[in-house]
C-alpha cells in the first residue's frame, strides 16, 4: 500500500518531512550564481576587448582610411582619433577595458562605423524581427520535435525508431547554406512562391496594411523553414534519450508492472519526468532567441541583428561587434543561470543536494 | 557458441591452472564485444562505408584524376569583334594644302557659296575662287586675279593609298582626283605617268592608291584594311548583304557581319574570330563529368582536393581540441580542489565566448591583411580547434570524476599501483570510448564550420578547394538558378560525410554501452 502511494507521485522522491525553506535556498542559489555569472562576463568581455585591440593596427587604419575615404566622411584623424577615445586604445590594455566597461554600463557603446548611427539604436532597430523569426521557429521546433522525439524512444528498434532517428541525424548534418540554397531553388526559382531573399517586397509600400503584413509573413516563410529544420534533429534526439532513459527507470516498471495502460505510463509517468530536462533547456534556450540566426539571416537577407551583425563584422566594424559578441555573452549566461534556476524549481530532487 | 564452449572447456580441462569458469566468458574481448555490436547496427555500418567511400574518393581520388587542383581548361570561342565601319561620304570632304590653308569657317563659307553657286566667298579676309574640276569635284584657289593657289579641294570621294601608312601627297590626290571625276585615262604628277582604271591608280601597272565614295576605317588601332578587302567590303554592302568572307592574301579566311547603324548612317563590320577563353561552367561531358567551375577548372578534381581539406581541417580541429580538452578535463577531474574549480572556471569563460562571430571577425581581419591562403588555412585551424575544447574537457572531468569514486580505483589504490600508472592504464582507456564518440561527433560538426566560413569567404580560401567555397559560388543567382552541377555535388558530399560521421557516432556510442541490449 504505501509502495503505490509512493509511485502515484513520481516526482515525489523528496522526503516531505524536510524542514528547508525552499524560497531561501532557490534565493541564495540565485544570488551565487549571478555573482559567478559577473565573474564570468567581466572575463569575456576582457578577452573580448583583448582580441579587438590585438587586431592588427594596421587592419584598424585600414578601416578608419576607407571610412574617411566615403563622401562626407570625417578623417581618417578624426577617425582613428574616435576609435581611441572609444576604446581607449591610447591607454594601456587595463585602464583601456575599465574605460570600456563604464561607457558600457551606462549603456553608451559608441557609434557603428557602418551604420554610422549610435550602436544602440541599430540593435533597437533589428533585434526585434530576429526575436519573431526565433519565437516562431521554437515553438514550430518544440511542436514537431518533442512528439517525434517521444515516438521514437517508445517505439525503440522499430522502423519508427530507425526512420525518425535518421531524418533527425540528416537535420543534424544539414549545413544551413546548403538547405537554404536548396530552399531557393525550389521556392523561389522552381516554383516562384517566395522572394529570394529580403524581408519587404518590391511593392510593399504600395500595399494596405494588410497586404504589408501578409508580405512580410511571407518573406519570413522560408527563413522560418530553414531554421526549423536545422535545429529541429538535435532536440528531437535529445528528448529520445531522455526518454529513453526515463523509461530504463525502475519506477516505470513499477508503473508497468502495476498493471497501468501504457499510454497512462507513457504520458503520465515518463513524459512528466523528461519535461524536468525538457523545460530546463528549452528555458536555458529562450534568451538565445534574441542572439539573431546569423548565418540563416545572412543568407535570406533579413535585416535582423544576426544579418546586421555579420555585416558590421565583416566590414570591420569594431563598435558593433563588440557589442555584439559583449551581448551574445550575457544571453548564454542568461541561458545558462535560466537552466539552472529551472532545474532546481522543476526537480524537487535537486533542491535537496 | 555451445561447441566453441565446449572446445574451450576441454582446452581448459588440459590447462591444469584454469578451472573456473569465468575464463569461458572471456572468449570475446571487449572491444570484440564493441565490435560485434557495432556491425549489428546496419544504420553505423553504413555510415561507415559512406565514410570509406568518402575517405577514398578525397585521398585517392586525387591520385586517379588526370587534372591537378587549379589546372585550368579553355576552350574556343566565336566573338565579335568590332573591326571596321563603312560609311557612305554624302558629304564634302576637304584636303587642304596646310591645315591652316582652309579651316573650318571656310569650309562653311564654301557650302553656303555652293548652295547659291557663287564662284568666290571670302572668309576672314581671305578670297576664295571656286572652280568645279570635274563631276562633284571643286577645287578651291586664294588670291587675286592671275597668282591664285590651289588652297584645297572639296569632294565626295577619298583617295587612299594602298601601303599601310602610306600618305599620297596633297597635289597627287588633286590630280588622281581631277583624272577619276572626269572619267580620264591617266594623267602626270611630279613627270611620272600614271594610268588609272576604274577608280584605281598605277604607276606602271603597280597599284598605288585608289578613291572611292565609301570610306572604310578600321576601328581597331593595329588594323590596316587592304584595297581588295574594301573593294570586296563595299561591294557586299551595297547589295546589301549581311554576311561577308574574305580571304587575304596571307590565304587566312575571316567571317564578317555587317549590320547598319542607323544612328551613324553608317555599316558596322564585325569580325567573327576565334577565341581562347577560360572554359568557365561547362556542362558535364565526358572530359569534365561535373562540368567546370567559374574559373575554369575541372570540378569533380576540385571536389575531391576540396574533401581533402576539409576532411584535414576536421581531423586536426579535433585533434587539437581533444589534446587540450582531455589534458585540461584530466587534471581538473583528478586533482579536483582548488585546480578543478580554476580550470572549471575557465571553461564557463570560453563556453560564453561566441566562437563563429569571433572566426568571422578573424576572418575578415585576415581578408584586409591579404594572408597567404595556406597559413591562413593553418590559423583557421588552430582558431577553431583553440575555441572548441571546453566541451571536451567538460566530459572529461565529469568522466573521470565518477570513475575517481568507483571500486576499481579504490582497488588499484589498495594494491599500490603507482599513479601514473592508474591514470593512463586504468583511468583514461575507461574516458576512451566516450571521448571517442565525442570526437566523431564533432568531426561533423567541425566539417560544417569549416564549410560554413568559407561559404561566407572568411574560411579556405581560393587556390584551394573546399566544399563550402565550392557551394560558394551559389551567391550568384544564374549559377543557383542555372548550373546545379556546380553546387548540388559538393552539398551532397558535405552532406553524406557530416551525417556519416554522425551515424557512426551514434552507432559507437551504442556500441560501448554495455548496458545496450539488442
Not at chain 2, 436 to 463: C, D, Y
Not at chain 2, 471 to 477: C, E, P, Q
Request: aromatic share 12%; net charge negative; with cysteine.
Amino acid at each position: 500500500m504505501r509502495k503505490a502511494a509512493a509511485l502515484r507521485q513520481p516526482l515525489g522522491a523528496a522526503a516531505p518531512d524536510e524542514t528547508y525553506n525552499w524560497g531561501d535556498v532557490v534565493s541564495k542559489f540565485i544570488i551565487k550564481r549571478l555573482i559567478i555569472s559577473v565573474f564570468i562576463l567581466i572575463f569575456v568581455a576582457f578577452i573580448i576587448y583583448l582580441l579587438m585591440r590585438c587586431l592588427p593596427t594596421s587592419y584598424l587604419e585600414q578601416v578608419a582610411r576607407s571610412k574617411s575615404m566615403q563622401p562626407g566622411s570625417k578623417s581618417f584623424e578624426e577617425w582613428m582619433a574616435q576609435l581611441s577615445a572609444t576604446y581607449g586604445m591610447d591607454k594601456d590594455i587595463f585602464s583601456g577595458f575599465i574605460g570600456w566597461c563604464g561607457n558600457a554600463i551606462r549603456g553608451d557603446f559608441g557609434d557603428s562605423w557602418k551604420w554610422t548611427v549610435p550602436v544602440v539604436e541599430k540593435f533597437h532597430d533589428s533585434v526585434w524581427i530576429s526575436f519573431i523569426m526565433g519565437g516562431i521557429a521554437f515553438i514550430f521546433e518544440i511542436i514537431i520535435a518533442i512528439p517525434l522525439g517521444i515516438i521514437a524512444a517508445t517505439k525503440q528498434y522499430t522502423k519508427t525508431d530507425y526512420t525518425i532517428t535518421i531524418v533527425a541525424l540528416a537535420c543534424f548534418s544539414l549545413p544551413t547554406f546548403f538547405f537554404a540554397s536548396l530552399m531557393k531553388l525550389v521556392f523561389s526559382v522552381k516554383l516562384g512562391w517566395f522572394d529570394l531573399g529580403g524581408l519587404i517586397g518590391r511593392n510593399y509600400e504600395q500595399l494596405s496594411a494588410a497586404g504589408q503584413f501578409a508580405d512580410k509573413a511571407a518573406h519570413l516563410v522560408m527563413p522560418i523553414v530553414t531554421l526549423v529544420v536545422i535545429s529541429i534533429g538535435s532536440l528531437m534526439r535529445f528528448t529520445r534519450t531522455n526518454m529513453l532513459e526515463v523509461l530504463n527507470a525502475d519506477y516505470i516498471r513499477t508503473a508497468r508492472a502495476k498493471g497501468l495502460s501504457e499510454n497512462k505510463v507513457i504520458y503520465h509517468h515518463a513524459f512528466r519526468n523528461t519535461l524536468i530536462t525538457l523545460v530546463t533547456i528549452l528555458g536555458g534556450s529562450l534568451p538565445g532567441l534574441f542572439a539573431g540566426a546569423l548565418i540563416t539571416e545572412t543568407l535570406y537577407s533579413i535585416p535582423g541583428i544576426g544579418y546586421v551583425s555579420y555585416q558590421s563584422m565583416v566590414a570591420g566594424d569594431i563598435p558593433f561587434s563588440m557589442f555584439y559578441l559583449v551581448f551574445l555573452a550575457v544571453l548564454t549566461l542568461l541561458g545558462n543561470l535560466i537552466s539552472d534556476i529551472l532545474y532546481a524549481v522543476v526537480d524537487p530532487r535537486v533542491r535537496i543536494s | 557458441m555451445s561447441d566453441q564452449n565446449q572446445n574451450q572447456n576441454t582446452q581448459n580441462t588440459d590447462n591444469q591452472f584454469s578451472l573456473n569458469d569465468d575464463r569461458r566468458v572471456r572468449t570475446l574481448s571487449p572491444g570484440a564485444l564493441v565490435l560485434r555490436r557495432f556491425i549489428r547496427n546496419r544504420v553505423a555500418v553504413t555510415g561507415l562505408v559512406i565514410l570509406a567511400f568518402m575517405f577514398i574518393f578525397s585521398f585517392l581520388g586525387g591520385a586517379i584524376t588526370p587534372y591537378s587542383e587549379d589546372q585550368l581548361f579553355y576552350k574556343y570561342t566565336e566573338q565579335n569583334k568590332q573591326y571596321a565601319v563603312v560609311k557612305e561620304n554624302t558629304e564634302y570632304r576637304y584636303s587642304s594644302l596646310t591645315p591652316k590653308s582652309f579651316p573650318s569657317v571656310a569650309q562653311a563659307k564654301f557650302v553656303l557659296a555652293r548652295k547659291n553657286n557663287q564662284e568666290t566667298f571670302e572668309s576672314k579676309g581671305t578670297n576664295y575662287t571656286i572652280r568645279e574640276e570635274g563631276e562633284e569635284f571643286y577645287a578651291i584657289y586664294t588670291g587675286k586675279g592671275k597668282v591664285q593657289t590651289l588652297a584645297a579641294f572639296a569632294t565626295f570621294d577619298i583617295v587612299s593609298s594602298m601601303e599601310a601608312d602610306a600618305e599620297v601627297p596633297f597635289m597627287m590626290q588633286y590630280e588622281i582626283l581631277k583624272a577619276v571625276t572626269n572619267h580620264e585615262s591617266g594623267f602626270t604628277y611630279e613627270d611620272q605617268e600614271y594610268t588609272i582604271d576604274g577608280d584605281m591608280v598605277l604607276e606602271e601597272g603597280r597599284e598605288i592608291a585608289y578613291a572611292s565614295r565609301y570610306v572604310v576605317q578600321p576601328l581597331m588601332s593595329d588594323v590596316f584594311l587592304s584595297k581588295s578587302f574594301k573593294n570586296e567590303l563595299i561591294e557586299v554592302v551595297e547589295e546589301g548583304g549581311k554576311e561577308f568572307t574574305f580571304t587575304d592574301e596571307d590565304g587566312t579566311t575571316a567571317e564578317y557581319s555587317i549590320t547598319y547603324d542607323a544612328a551613324n548612317l553608317s555599316y558596322q563590320v564585325l569580325q567573327t574570330t576565334q577565341t581562347q577563353v577560360f572554359d568557365t561552367y561547362s556542362y558535364p561531358s565526358s572530359e569534365h563529368w561535373l562540368g567546370t567551375d567559374r574559373n575554369g577548372m575541372d570540378m569533380l578534381t576540385r571536389l575531391m582536393y576540396g574533401g581533402r581539406v576539409s576532411l584535414y581541417i576536421g581531423f586536426i580541429v579535433v585533434i587539437i581540441e581533444s589534446l587540450i580538452g582531455v589534458v585540461l578535463g584530466g587534471i581538473s577531474g583528478y586533482f579536483g580542489g582548488w585546480v578543478d574549480n580554476l580550470i572549471m572556471r575557465i571553461v564557463d569563460i570560453f563556453y560564453c565566448i561566441p566562437s563563429m562571430p569571433i572566426i568571422i571577425i578573424l576572418g575578415a581581419a585576415m581578408d584586409a591583411l591579404r594572408m597567404d591562403p595556406q597559413v591562413r588555412m593553418i590559423y583557421l585551424m588552430l582558431i577553431l580547434g583553440f575555441l572548441g575544447w571546453p566541451s571536451i574537457a567538460r566530459l572529461v572531468r565529469g568522466q573521470i570524476l565518477s570513475l575517481r569514486e568507483q571500486e576499481f580505483m579504490t582497488a588499484t589504490e589498495a594494491t599500490g599501483i603507482r599513479s601514473s600508472r592508474r591514470i593512463f592504464r586504468h583511468l583514461i582507456p575507461n574516458v576512451i570510448p566516450q571521448l571517442i564518440v565525442t570526437m566523431t561527433m564533432s568531426l561533423g560538426s567541425t566539417i560544417i564550420t569549416e564549410a560554413t566560413l568559407s561559404f561566407l569567404g572568411l574560411g579556405v580560401k581560393f587556390p584551394f578547394a573546399s566544399w563550402g567555397n565550392i557551394i560558394n559560388d551559389v551567391n550568384n543567382t544564374f549559377v543557383l538558378t542555372n548550373y546545379w552541377f556546380i553546387w548540388i555535388p559538393a552539398g551532397v558530399c558535405l552532406v553524406a560525410t557530416v551525417l556519416a560521421f554522425n551515424l557512426v557516432g551514434d552507432g559507437l556510442r551504442d556500441a560501448f554501452d554495455p548496458k545496450m541490449k539488442r
